[in-house]
T-cell receptor, first 116, second 114 residues
Framework: DAKTTQPNSMESNEEEPVHLPCNHS???????IHWYRQLPSQGPEYVIH???SNVNNRMASLAIAEDRKSSTLILHRATLRDAAVYYC?????????????????FGQGTILTVHP | EAQVTQNPRYLITVTGKKLTVTCSQN?????MSWYRQDPGLGLRQIYY???????DKGDVPEGYKVSRKEKRNFPLILESPSPNQTSLYFC?????????????FGPGTRLTVT
């Protein structure tokens, strides 16, 4: 499985932008880049995903390097509610019993602290 | 409201006493999965199900069983729990098992086996 590397922790101030980096130098051409986050005492929550082009949604933006070996999750204005562990995941295609499925393999993620 | 529910949310039990953690989703999702989360080890997949009556092992299936008799339910069964199964468990579902499908997670079940 292709691996990702993220900083263990990052800090931000409220209402400032946050750029969370992720390195995935062994990414394959068919790997989607997914970001999930886990707020304290909750289950993981989907944030965004992309393949090659930059993506935007109501929660965040995803900037993908041209060679796809790295990506950055951008929170445009951090709030206290954004304090969480952020996981960058490569969604690989694994075949089981003749039916393909995409497996989520979680790493350690980046602990984001947001200061008031 | 679209959601994944798990019951119970907290459970303390003794070694060897069979237990079931229920998981239910109301989104008509085909794909469901169980994960466990342990400090320093992250989330690891236990079992998954592509659809009704189709289940398969994940990365850490030992000591667990699952069944998928209805599309909405995917219970996790511990026939003879042991202390090393003390963990935080999450159920997840997605519309399709495809690699681009967003997964929805339940709130978690914290299990302690003494």
């Amino acid at each position: 499985d292709a691996k990702t590397t993220q900083p263990n922790s990052m800090e931000s101030n409220e209402e400032e932008p946050v750029h969370l980096p992720c390195n995935h130098s062994t990414i394959s051409g068919t790997d989607y880049i997914h970001w999930y986050r886990q707020l304290p005492s909750q289950g993981p929550e989907y944030v965004i995903h992309g393949l090659t082009s930059n993506v935007n949604n109501r929660m965040a933006s995803l900037a993908i390097a041209e060679d796809r070996k790295s990506s950055t999750l951008i929170l445009h204005r951090a709030t206290l509610r954004d304090a969480a562990v952020y996981y960058c995941i490569l969604r690989d295609l694994t075949t089981a019993g003749g039916t393909s499925y995409g497996k989520l393999t979680f790493g350690q993620g980046t602990i984001l602290t947001v200061h008031p | 409201e679209a959601q994944v529910t798990q019951n119970p949310r907290y459970l303390i039990t003794v070694t060897g006493k069979k237990l079931t953690v229920t998981c239910s989703q109301n989104m008509n999702h085909e794909y469901m999965s169980w994960y466990r989360q342990d400090p320093g080890l992250g989330l690891r997949q236990i079992y998954y199900s592509m659809n009704v009556e189709v289940t398969d092992k994940g990365d850490v299936p030992e000591g667990y069983k699952v069944s998928r008799k209805e599309k909405r339910n995917f219970p996790l069964i511990l026939e003879s729990p042991s202390p090393n199964q003390t963990s935080l468990y999450f159920c997840a579902s997605s519309l399709r098992p495809s690699w681009a499908a967003e997964q929805y997670f339940g709130p978690g079940t914290r299990l302690t086996v003494t």
